[in-house]
Nanobody
Framework: QVQLVESGGGLVQAGGSLRLSCAAS????????MGWYRQAPGKQRDMVTI???????NLADSVKGRFTISRDNAKNTVYLQMNDLKPEDTAVYYC?????????WGKGTLVTVSS
């Protein structure tokens, strides 16, 4: 089993910054990709950003220029630096990991951006 533990969520004013972390542990043999999804109240869960094992990244258009994903392979940890946060970024942010054809999810961390 693989466990993902997110941290770093909280309440921030519009224009502020937060950094999320996600540490993976358990039976990890190879990681194809890690990333972040988010789900706002009453909406579906959407991809925010993904980073692959070779370092390639993919960002949702709504966060380009504001969010950055990075990864520490030695620690099996992925980070999400979020700058210039907007009220529409308010959501539960979920860590995601893909390994050997399986997808794993964290329990989520709430990010609230006040206007």
């Amino acid at each position: 089993q693989v466990q993902l533990v997110e941290s770093g969520g909280g309440l921030v004013q519009a224009g502020g910054s937060l950094r999320l972390s996600c540490a993976a542990s358990g039976s990890i043999f190879s990681i194809n990709a890690m990333g972040w999804y988010r789900q706002a109240p009453g909406k579906q869960r959407d991809m925010v950003t993904i980073i692959t094992s070779d370092g390639s990244t993919n960002l949702a258009d709504s966060v380009k220029g504001r969010f950055t994903i990075s990864r520490d392979n030695a620690k099996n940890t992925v980070y999400l630096q979020m700058n210039d946060l907007k009220p529409e970024d308010t959501a539960v942010y979920y860590c995601w990991l893909h390994s050997r054809g399986m997808a794993y999810w964290g329990k989520g961390t709430l990010v609230t951006v006040s206007s």
